[in-house]
């Protein structure tokens, strides 16, 4: 009989009792506490172990759970004669910042200090234990939901002081979810306030602390040096291209193969590699994302259950707010396409509404991209990736994403689609103008005034998200050269005898006199002008099936022409 999957649990002590499905990883144990780094910190995508793997190690070294072979029986590192010993020997602080997801910054310091208050109340037998003295009871007492931030900034420090004066023994502390109060603080807008108290916490935690025996802390991101770990320079970072653990977080194909054969469905392993394959780790890959398998071990059946697990808010506001050239990049990604890029594994956050590079870094860290191959350009001195969309669950997300936009207005968008298609000069100019108007201020979020600064840019990509869905059948390019210059956009069909089109954009200014109609026509004169025509043509597309418009736009207002 295979074992019961049980879905969205991450407590390491439930999956051994009730001999649930669990993948043995316990070798991680031996690796890392044999590399004797003393702060590690590892990213990797949601739901990819990681916070079954930190409650792994809690049950392993906690003095919590000294005697609790039953946990480890029968699993690898039980195989270890040294380990076995050294099972349940320590005091082990395990603290997750997996609930910090506020919308203001008091509100997040808050459940911060909630999560601590909760750890100090799990030790309150300190306080009559007879090693702490009297100023340092007080301290412990006024560690609650409502202290001060100084006293919060120096509480995990002082509680691994006094468990490693109470057992004897040096602190092993595991942070979980570093980076998502970090993440939320970015979607909400109080990322620097969040910075300056986080910033103090972790350098009194994983620096200045000398009752540190080893530290773990896993996130999804590598947030930058600068901004975040500044002085801490005794930090191992595992990243994504790291191929130090690259087998622990996540499934192996031997693995998730191995399962499909524990569950009948050894039949089924070409659908599961199409769906869930992709991910690399360093030098290791064919990983599979655990959440995926594990919902198609119970349900059967091929779904997108890890795309769904989340929002995806702040992949999706990196791509809507992001250029022309970001948005086509995306449109040739969910075409199958790959680009190259150069990268930094560290995420500036401040640096990811004016570089591109940075949001295809923190895109490539959440698992959204894989890197097909990577290497040091000479030229340029820095590393540049082949990067590509990781899978079909991460094409469906994007795809889903882009149509959600345009969701508040879905039998607009495909009335002025199919209005481009017929050639239907007037429904255009309809449709487009009530898409305008519905759409305009939900894409202009005045964090990033798209609109009044670049307003050129924000029409272009408006309407590449409106023409989204002709991927299929149409390839779509932007910015390209093609005659004596660059064309706005370019639909050219995939079947041949079908009409293909060049849009060239202009945006009016009416304090300066300009009309619409004036825009209209320098749009379709520049189109000529440049011959922009010239590549369609070179394909062996007949000039009388090379559509041409001009958009002109003027706040919320549009006109269309044709040349």
Request: charged share 25%.
């Amino acid at each position: 009989m295979p074992r019961t999957v049980s879905i969205g649990c991450q407590d390491f002590e439930k999956l051994r009792v009730r001999n649930n499905f669990y993948v043995d990883k316990t070798m991680f144990i031996k690796e890392w506490w044999e590399a004797e780094d003393e702060v590690t910190l590892i990213t990797r995508p949601r739901r990819f172990g990681k916070t079954l793997t930190m409650s792994m190690l809690e049950k392993f070294f906690s003095v919590e759970y000294a005697g609790r072979s039953d946990l480890f029986e029968g699993l690898d590192i039980w195989k270890e004669d040294k380990y076995r010993e050294l099972q349940g020997t320590y005091p082990v602080i395990f603290i997750s910042f997996a609930p910090v997801k506020e919308g203001a910054f008091l509100s997040a310091q808050k459940k911060i200090f909630f999560l601590i208050a909760e750890l100090y109340n799990r030790f309150d037998f300190l306080l009559d234990s007879g090693i702490l003295k009297e100023d340092e009871k007080e301290y412990y007492r006024k560690v609650s939901f409502d202290m001060e931030a100084n006293i919060a900034t120096d509480a995990l420090k002082a509680l691994s002081g006094f468990l490693a004066r109470y057992y004897g023994k040096k602190t092993i502390i595991l942070l979980d979810e570093y980076d998502t109060p970090m993440q939320e603080a970015y979607v909400q807008g109080y990322w620097e306030e969040l910075v300056f108290f986080t910033r103090s916490l972790f350098i009194a935690t994983f620096k200045t602390n000398p009752y540190i025996e080893r530290a773990i802390m896993t996130g999804i991101t590598r947030v930058s040096r600068e901004s975040m770990f500044s002085d801490l320079n005794n930090l191992e970072v595992i990243s994504v291209t790291s191929g130090k653990y690259g087998n622990v977080f996540g499934f192996t194909e031997e693995e998730v193969f191995a399962a499909l054969d524990e569950y009948a469905m050894t039949d089924r392993k070409e659908e599961v590699k199409m769906w869930y394959d992709g991910f690399s780790f360093g030098y290791w890959k064919d990983i599979y994302n655990p959440w995926s398998i594990i919902n198609f071990l119970d349900k059967r059946m091929a779904a997108p259950y890890w795309v769904n697990t989340s929002s995806n808010s702040l992949a999706g506001k990196l791509v809507q707010e992001g250029s022309p050239e970001l948005k086509m990049t995306m449109e040739g990604l969910l075409q199958g396409g790959t680009f190259h890029a150069f990268l930094d594994e560290q995420i500036v956050f401040s640096e990811l509404e004016k570089e591109e590079s940075a949001v295809w870094s923190l895109l490539l860290a959440s698992g959204y991209l894989k890197a097909i191959s990577s290497a040091l350009n000479t030229e340029h001195m820095e590393m540049e990736y082949e990067l590509k969309l990781t899978n079909m669950e991460v094409r469906y997300m994007f795809l889903h994403i882009i149509r959600k936009w345009f969701g508040v207005c879905r039998g607009m968008q495909d009335g002025f689609v199919k209005a481009l298609l017929s050639d239907d000069l007037e429904g255009m100019n309809d449709y487009m103008n009530e898409v305008s108007g519905e759409m305009f201020s939900s894409f202009d979020t005045g964090k990033k005034p798209s609109v009044k600064a670049q307003p050129e840019r924000f029409y272009h990509g408006f309407v590449l998200g409106l023409l989204a869905q002709l991927q299929n059948r149409y390839v779509i390019t932007s910015n390209r050269e093609s005659g004596l210059g660059r064309y706005d956009i370019m639909i050219e069909p995939k079947q041949a005898g079908e009409a293909a089109f060049i849009i060239e954009f202009k945006v009016v200014h009416a304090k300066r006199g300009e009309t619409l109609e004036d825009g209209v026509k320098a749009a379709l004169q520049q189109i000529e002008e440049k011959r922009y025509e010239a590549m369609l043509l070179s394909r062996g597309i007949e000039p009388g099936k090379i559509r041409k418009y001009g958009f002109a736009f003027e706040g919320s207002r549009v006109l269309i022409g044709r040349g």
